[in-house]
Structure formats: C-alpha cells, structure tokens
C-alpha cells in the first residue's frame, strides 16, 4: 500500500502527537522525528542566510530575497535593491 505525504502526515499527528499524554512529549516526538528524516536527506535542508546592503539606499536584503538568478548583484559584487534598481525607469 502506498501512502501520501498527507497520509503520513495524519499518522503523525494522531500517533506522536495527539496520542501523547502532555504538549512536552508531544514535542519531543516531532523532535526526533525532524531529526531522523534529516539525516535522510540526500542533501543539506538547511542553506546559510547572508545579508547585503543596498548600495543605493542602504537597505539590508536577506538572501532568502534575493532569487537564484543573482537579480539585483553588480559585476562588481555589490548589490541593488529592486525599488533602486528599477528608479529610473518611468511607471
């Protein structure tokens, strides 16, 4: 029989989660699990967040905001928020 993710997930919570006496152990069953399916990971889940500083306005970017093409970074490894890159175009 093969399961869904929204299966699995159901199993969860009725087994590790509303099956469990208190909220603590609860809590430490998701633990564990969130651990055990990590070390399953054929790659890291997990990836750094770095910060850059517009050169233009002097805003502080997450890399989380910054999409996977490098939009907004300069050849020069400086980096433009989208309101100053996109200031001098007309609406």
């Known amino acids: 029989m093969t399961y869904t993710v929204t299966d699995i997930t159901e199993l969860i919570e009725y087994h590790l989660v509303l099956g469990e006496q208190d909220?603590?152990?609860?809590?430490?069953?998701?633990?564990?699990?969130?651990?055990?399916?990590?070390?399953?990971?054929?790659?890291?889940?997990?990836?750094?967040?770095?910060?850059?500083?517009?050169?233009?306005?002097?805003?502080?970017?997450?890399?989380?905001?910054?999409?996977?093409?490098?939009?907004g970074e300069c050849d020069d490894g400086g980096f433009y928020c989208s309101e100053c890159r996109f200031a001098d175009e007309e609406p």
């Not at 969130?34 to 002097?58: D, F, K, V, Y």
Request: aromatic content about 6%; glycine content about 8%.
């Open 23 to 71: 909220d603590a152990r609860a809590d430490q069953n998701i633990a564990q699990l969130m651990r055990n399916i990590e070390a399953m990971s054929t790659r890291s889940l997990w990836e750094p967040i770095t910060w850059s500083t517009c050169e233009g306005c002097g805003a502080w970017v997450s890399s989380e905001l910054i999409g996977p093409d490098g939009a």
